[in-house]
Each structure stands twice: as C-alpha cells, then as structure tokens.
C-alpha cells in the first residue's frame, strides 16, 4: 500500500539534508562566536555567556554533523 511508511525512503530523505545544514549550522554559530568575543572581553562580565554559548551551539552542531556522517557510512 503507498500510504505505509517506507523507512528506506525515510533515511535517505534525512540523511541527505542533516549533514550540510548541521555543517553550515556550524560554522554560522562559530563565526558569531569569534564576532561577539570582542564586545564580550571589552564589557561587563556578563556579556562573556554570549561567545561561550555560541561556541557550545557550534560544537554541538558539529557533533551532529560527525554522527549524520557515521550514520551514512554505516549505510
């Protein structure tokens, strides 16, 4: 029946797009990581989350992308 769920259409539907948005999430939170480091050193304590938390966003985004890539090679 066309209305059951396919999972081979399923994976290859989420394994296309979760690599290179995960990979350009990446880096857009890196690069506004390296651009709020200034303001945040030059203010008040406070602003330090800013950067730190961009970097987290950054890394965790890259850690996405390294398993949808392992998820793929397993394929």
């Known amino acids: 029946m066309p209305n059951e769920p396919n999972d081979e259409r399923w994976s290859s539907i989420t394994g296309g797009f979760v690599v290179p948005i995960a990979g350009l999430l990446a880096l857009l939170f890196a690069v506004m990581a390296g651009m709020s480091v200034q303001p945040a050193l030059s203010g008040s304590p406070s602003d330090l989350a800013t950067p730190i938390i961009f970097a ?12 949808g890539l392992a998820a793929r090679a397993d394929d």
């Open 56 to 67: 987290g966003v950054a890394l965790l985004c890259f850690r996405v992308r390294q398993r």
